[in-house]
Nanobody, 112 residues
Framework: QVQLVESGGGLVQAGGSLRLSCTASRTVFRFDVMGWYRQAPGKQRELVATITSSLSTNYADSAEGRFTISRDNAKNTVYLQMNSLKPEDTAVYYC??????WGQGTQVTVSS
């Protein structure tokens, strides 16, 4: 089955930036929606951003204006550019493909 591998997580100070990448083991053109979700300690997993094959995007209110989702079908990859990071962005971030496939997650920690 398709595997999704995330990278780009890490520790960053508040106000800093990170770019997350998620690469699929097979072509993604057949999947309309790709997205990022996150789960912080003690909280439910929540939507961060999605992007369709037509490049329509959807963002959580908390991400709007700071995060940008993009995709490169030729590279089988979806990205999440995160700017102006806040401590409340600290979470495990999960890549999603077609609402069906999930990555294992990558930790993002934002220090004050």
């Amino acid at each position: 089955q398709v595997q999704l591998v995330e990278s780009g997580g890490g520790l960053v100070q508040a106000g800093g930036s990170l770019r997350l990448s998620c690469t699929a083991s097979r072509t993604v053109f057949r999947f309309d929606v790709m997205g990022w979700y996150r789960q912080a300690p003690g909280k439910q997993r929540e939507l961060v951003a999605t992007i369709t094959s037509s490049l329509s995007t959807n963002y959580a209110d908390s991400a709007e204006g700071r995060f940008t989702i993009s995709r490169d079908n030729a590279k089988n990859t979806v990205y999440l550019q995160m700017n102006s990071l806040k401590p409340e962005d600290t979470a495990v971030y999960y890549c999603n493909l077609g609402y069906r496939f999930w990555g294992q997650g990558t930790q993002v920690t934002v220090s004050s």
